[in-house]
């Protein structure tokens, strides 16, 4: 079990890390950046932010999906034969992306 927990333990970065940044963003990123939606002027232009909150999510999630990923590949040093290496990294990527988006498309101001 313990020797699992080692190979795996960066896969528990993701959802450690998503009530605490869902919390941020809520309070301090939105009030920051803006929602992301178009809001009307006193002269009817439409006036969009061009770097918003769910700009500032996408690059949050997409480094730490990145940072799970190099610490897998150091993790993959642990396997034996090639094919292995190459199943883990290749999962542990498609998987993490996966969730990254996930926890992104959940977290998205319209």
Known sequence: ???LFQRYWQLLLL???YMPYKYLNERVIVE???CGC?????QGLINERYFN???????FWGV???VVIIISLFNMRQLSKW???LIFIVLIAAGSIF????????MQWR
């Open 1 to 3: 079990m313990k020797k």
């Open 15 to 17: 959802p450690a890390l």
């Open 32 to 34: 920051w950046l803006g």
């Open 38 to 42: 178009p809001r009307e002027e006193a």
């Open 53 to 59: 909150a769910n700009d500032f999510t996408l690059i």
């Open 64 to 66: 730490v999906a990145l």
């Open 83 to 85: 094919y292995y290496k």
């Open 99 to 106: 969730v990254a988006l996930q926890f992104f498309y959940s």
